[in-house]
């Protein structure tokens, strides 16, 4: 058996929503193993935001040192453990070494080793309504939803770590002009309409031509040549990769709030999909892998349900049997990708062993895709 640790995520916000910090868990037999798997996956690492490590139910301890860390990651340190006299050992050679730390399930009247700085504090927010005595910025965390967010807030917390937006946010009453836009933009590439007329629709939001181009042209694509105009664009990418970067255009197109954390796990699920299905599938179809995951969180970010957004769109049977039915051959790759989102190991090794993918091909697609995710932050 791998002694490879599976790495899940979620997001860390701020009062105002913005992302953070990303928030990963080790899930690993031994420290020994978590050590290994950091090393191994320090080349993909996310470097945009600060990053903090759970080691799930390890204890910490000094043998967490061999592991060469990156400058933005924070070791969380669980109250629980500070009493004991591997933590006790490994929290001066983790400061010496100038690794941040993060206080994990702090509660107030806790005692706290006097020369620790915790710049990050992880609370309970079911069972403390307020951060009071928190040594450094309070994050929520186990938020329902939206709403519990604002209460948080609203009590003093600095933000909160975990999926709560994805629940509770109001419908929007109809489609902004953007976004119904973009997706007639969708449908003509798709239909593989002509260009000058592709482009007279993108001539009337000359933002919106601007963000696509910006995409196009970031280091993420790995075009050897700068896209100076659509109808570039079309020559050098073809129709099918245009309307993937559409497809991104539309999730990144909401100005909500909280549309940022949802954006980070929509074009993450896109393209964690889309590296895994390398192995599987050929290009056209690893783009409609993109798409799929991307696509996984519109009815939240668009506020509409899926099949009325779905009928406004021209796409291929998987993409929407996938969207719609958890069916086809498209759906365990968007399983398996929901499943890195989750504190259960036991569904990720479950939605693993279903498509045959090795512990190791997760962590790499999964970092990859969420520093890519971070680059296209605005």
């Not at 899930?27 to 935001?49: K, R």
């Not at 309970?124 to 929520?140: E, I």
Request: glycine share 8%; proline share 7%.
């Amino acid at each position: 058996m791998s002694q490879t640790a599976l790495l899940t995520r979620e997001p860390v916000v701020n009062k105002k929503r913005a992302i953070t910090a990303n928030r990963l868990v080790a899930h690993g037999p031994s420290i020994a193993s978590v050590v290994e798997t950091l090393n191994a996956a320090n080349e993909y690492w996310p470097e945009q935001y600060a990053v903090f490590l759970s080691l799930g139910r390890l204890i910490p301890t000094p043998e967490l040192m061999g592991w060469q860390a990156p400058a933005n990651a924070h070791i969380e340190i669980p109250v629980q453990t500070l009493g004991h006299p591997q933590t006790q050992a490994l929290l001066p050679l983790l400061q010496e070494a100038g690794i941040g730390m993060c206080l994990t399930w702090f509660t107030k009247g806790v005692a706290l080793p006097p020369e620790a700085n915790w710049r990050f504090v992880l609370i309970d927010g079911r069972k403390h309504p307020t951060p009071d005595g928190s040594p450094g910025l309070s994050l929520a965390w186990g938020l329902p939803d939206v709403p519990a967010f604002k209460k948080a807030v609203a009590a003093g917390y600095d933000g909160a770590s975990g999926w709560f937006f994805l629940h509770g946010n109001p419908p929007a009453k109809e489609l902004s002009p953007n976004h119904a836009q973009i997706i007639r933009l969708l449908n003509m590439v798709r239909n593989n309409g002509e260009i000058r007329d592709i482009e007279n629709v993108l001539k009337q939001d000359v933002a919106l031509s601007y963000k696509l181009l910006r995409y196009i042209n970031s280091a993420s694509f790995g075009l050897m040549v700068e896209i100076q105009s659509f109808r570039h664009a079309v020559s050098i990418l073809g129709y099918d990769k245009l309307h993937k970067w559409l497809s991104l255009l539309l999730v990144t197109a909401s100005r909500d709030p909280g549309a940022p954390a949802m954006m980070q796990t929509a074009i993450t699920r896109g393209r964690f999909m889309e590296q895994i299905g390398s192995g599987f599938f050929d290009e056209a179809a690893c783009g409609n892998l993109f798409i799929v995951g991307a696509f996984s969180m519109l009815n939240i970010l668009l506020g509409a349900s899926m099949e009325t957004l779905l009928e406004e769109m021209v796409l291929p049977e998987p993409i929407t049997d996938a969207l719609l039915y958890d069916e086809g051959d498209y759906a365990p790759f968007l399983r398996l990708a929901r499943s890195c989102e989750s504190f259960d190991p036991g569904a990720l090794v479950k939605a693993a062993d279903e498509l045959h993918v090795a512990p190791e091909q997760i962590n790499r697609a999964q970092l990859t895709a969420l520093g890519f995710a971070d680059s296209l932050q605005t």
